[in-house]
């Protein structure tokens, strides 16, 4: 599954008004990093995490794995933020930055 364009589009206008929820560091993609996405995901659809990694290729390694073991679709990376997004067949309307963001 991939993004249109006009989907990324409108995820970035989401994502911008968004604060990372989570942080990666040089620990990496541990059991509990990897949980607190899985859940944040599942709340809010739609997340930025930051990866605070010095070295570019570093982080983008981290952020492919990242979405493969999180089942999410990156739609922007822009320096140490990544804006990921995975569909929540029963979003909470009270949760998902999607439907809260609604215009």
């Known amino acids: 599954?991939?993004?249109?364009?006009?989907?990324?589009?409108?995820?970035?206008?989401?994502?911008?008004?968004?604060?990372?929820?989570?942080?990666?560091?040089?620990?990496?993609?541990?059991?509990?990093?990897?949980?607190?996405?899985?859940?944040?995901?599942?709340?809010?659809?739609?997340?930025?995490?930051?990866?605070?990694?010095?070295?570019?290729?570093?982080?983008k390694v981290i952020l492919d794995e990242l979405c493969q073991a999180s089942s999410a679709l990156l739609v922007q990376s822009i320096g140490k933020m990544a804006l990921i997004y995975r569909k929540n067949p029963k979003p909470n309307k009270n949760l998902s930055n999607l439907l809260r963001f609604q215009e």
Do not use: C, W, Y
């Open 1 to 59: 599954m991939s993004l249109t364009q006009e989907q990324k589009k409108k995820f970035k206008s989401i994502g911008h008004h968004l604060k990372a929820v989570v942080t990666v560091a040089d620990n990496g993609l541990t059991e509990n990093v990897l949980a607190e996405i899985d859940r944040a995901l599942n709340d809010h659809e739609l997340i930025k995490v930051q990866i605070r990694l010095p070295e570019r290729d570093d982080r």
